[in-house]
């Protein structure tokens, strides 16, 4: 009989290609995937599908553990490797905007519109509430959010605050706070949506009730038009996306309280990957929001000409999103 | 063979992998301990880059004196921005699906379904640490000034529901997970190591009969492969005592614990190798075929 043991001689055998592939999947997965030539890269999926082989040889046959967990740690790398993502980065980018973005926001327009009227309704009863009684403000608007904007505050005061800039210095700091504030609040009402979408719902209406209610202010000063333009500028950008990012909380909501025909778990999963690319758009959106609210609408003081980059803003998102069938597209 | 299928599957936290080629990869779950460290390192790693971006902010503040306090402030204030709503994203969508410190533990991002992961994935099940995460790390640090105590006990169950969400279902999964169809294994970068039976002494002096090495099983085997791997002696006295005394082997002045064990597993597994190929496996010592 030989001296060495089958499965030891079967590991002899084979060692060689093992460490080949972990040779090659070490520089892969540190370096660019282009540094390695086409030889390199066709041999990982041929040695991939010998160590799985060898995988299985080795669990029926060797009652050596280390070896069939480093087998085992081998294959699982590779199988990572061979079958993970193919797309480069640019792919992906083109791909979201041409196709993945839209679609996924088309998508939940039902929850869109649940989540528009939301915002609506509640800045409708803060102007009611408001404009009956000034007293409500400050219940919508804490004071150091105000910033002297409140019902006390003179015509004159509020009027400078539509249309005076603090200072040109100031725009950039300005436009970085509001972007990155906004994105904070509005990836927090996308995650809030988990909860059954109630905690969702309360921040769409208190975003609204803000609105409504600092309209009340300027409203009763005959200042409705011009505070009208103020918010439209960047507003038609930055209220749309507050509503997608809501929307997209309340499909996940939605979507584990009532599931249809999957499971709970499978249902929650689909919409989180839906919501997930609606929620980078809606970053994008705020970012574009930011720039509007802390450059143009500091530098433009003619209402007509807010109003008229509001409307083109509308516009530009309705079309984009919600034009006709992209079948040309093909969606594998 | 579907009973070794079985037999490894019974352990809790190895699951089932099935490649397109039809191996199963039986990958493990990461604990939830390896997943908080990882998270530790990388919580570290986002303080202490901020910390680096404010004294960077502050030099070039300093060196550069007027106007440049607003590049210094939105440098700021867009790195903490970013920092915390992409180092995890940006990490796991690269090829070890992996942030820094889940790579120093040997963990990866893997979706459920065993696909490739997609970055729609992992941006979704980063979008939920905001309630996770960042949500309870405010609520903590504000600890509860001016706040009716109503509110601060209702607070500390929304955080405790989704911090110790792992801990209560059997894939370990937190609330982002679940959203995105993912789940974090265990992906060790495993060195292959020798085997044992290369380095044998001489067999003619450890000749042990069939009846001897009948006594012990797989289970067994894989027992004394690992404490011979740690080499420990006087583990390796208590398990070399344990054997002898089964097997009825009165040991010779000349041989060490080690050699002992070396030569008995070598012999033990040739036997259960050989079995193996017959289609019997023995289990364990209290299996018998």
Request: hydrophobic fraction near 50%.
């Amino acid at each position: 009989m030989d001296a060495t043991l089958r499965s030891l001689r079967f590991r002899r055998e084979r060692e060689e290609a093992w460490r080949e592939l972990e040779t090659l999947l070490d520089r892969a997965e540190r370096q660019a995937v282009s540094r390695l030539t086409d030889d390199e890269l066709l041999a990982i999926p041929a040695l991939y599908r010998a160590a799985l082989s060898s995988l299985s040889v080795a669990r029926a046959t060797s009652l050596d553990q280390a070896l069939v967990d480093y087998l085992e740690a081998l294959c699982a790398r590779a199988y990572f490797f061979v079958y993970g993502s193919r797309t480069s980065f640019r792919e992906r980018m083109q791909r979201f905007f041409a196709l993945d973005w839209p679609v996924a926001v088309k998508s939940i327009w039902r929850e869109t519109i649940v989540s528009a009227l939301i915002t609506f309704a509640a800045a409708l009863a803060a102007y009611v509430l408001v404009s009956g009684d000034p007293d409500w403000f400050s219940a919508f608007i804490p004071p150091d959010m105000a910033g002297g904007r409140d019902p006390s505050a003179s015509t004159e005061y509020l009027r400078r605050t539509l249309y005076d800039s603090d200072s040109a210095d100031g725009l950039g700091v300005f436009a970085t706070f509001l972007f990155t504030h906004n994105a904070q609040i509005a990836i927090f009402a996308f995650a809030l949506g988990f909860a059954f979408c109630l905690p969702s719902s309360l921040l769409l209406a208190y975003n609204g009730c803000t609105l409504g209610a600092m309209f009340a202010v300027f409203a009763s000063r005959n200042l409705g038009f011009e505070f009208a333009g103020w918010i439209i500028i960047h507003g038609v950008t930055e209220l749309f996306a507050v509503i997608l990012a809501g929307a997209a909380g309340l499909r996940i909501g939605w979507s584990i309280g009532f599931p249809g025909d999957f499971s709970r778990l499978a249902a929650a999963e689909k919409s989180g990957r839906e919501g997930a690319v609606v929620m980078i758009g809606v970053v994008i959106m705020l970012f574009v929001a930011g720039l509007l609210e802390g450059f143009a609408r500091q530098l433009i003081v003619s209402d007509v000409i807010r109003y008229a980059i509001g409307a083109a803003t509308a516009v530009i998102w309705g079309t984009y999103f919600y034009r006709g069938d992209r079948r040309g597209l093909d969606r594998d | 063979m579907a009973s070794i299928a079985i037999e490894a599957g019974a352990d809790r936290s190895t699951r089932a992998l099935i490649t397109p080629e039809g191996v199963d990869l039986r990958v493990r779950l990461a604990d939830v301990s390896e997943r908080g460290i990882a998270l530790a390192i990388d919580m570290a790693i986002i303080v202490g880059s901020l910390l680096l971006l404010t004294i960077l902010a502050g030099s070039v503040l300093a060196t550069m004196q007027l106007e440049s306090l607003p590049i210094a402030q939105i440098i700021w204030m867009l790195g903490f921005f970013l920092l915390r709503n992409f180092y995890f994203t940006l990490f796991e969508c690269s090829r070890r699906s992996a942030t820094p410190g889940k790579r120093l533990i040997g963990l990866r991002v893997v979706a459920r379904d065993g696909a490739a992961l997609s970055a729609d994935a992992v941006i979704a099940r980063n979008a939920m640490r905001e309630l996770e995460l960042y949500i309870p790390l405010i609520f903590i640090f504000s600890r509860g000034e001016g706040i009716e105590a109503w509110i601060i006990l209702a607070g500390s169950v929304w955080c405790g529901i989704f911090l110790l969400f792992p801990l209560f279902n059997r894939d370990r999964l937190r609330a982002g997970d679940l959203i995105a169809g993912t789940w974090v294994l265990k992906a060790p970068k495993q060195k292959m190591l020798p085997d044992l039976t290369g380095e044998k002494p001489a067999e003619a002096a450890f000749a042990f009969t069939t009846v001897q090495l009948d006594t012990y099983g797989v289970k067994e085997l894989q027992v004394l492969e690992s404490v011979l791997r740690v080499s420990e002696p006087n583990a390796m006295e208590a398990v070399a005592g344990q054997i002898r005394g089964k097997i009825g082997w009165t040991a010779r002045a000349s041989e060490s614990d080690k050699e002992f064990l070396s030569a008995y597993y070598a012999a033990l597994r040739r036997r259960l190798e050989q079995r193996l190929l017959f289609g019997v496996r023995k289990k364990d010592k209290h299996d018998k075929i």
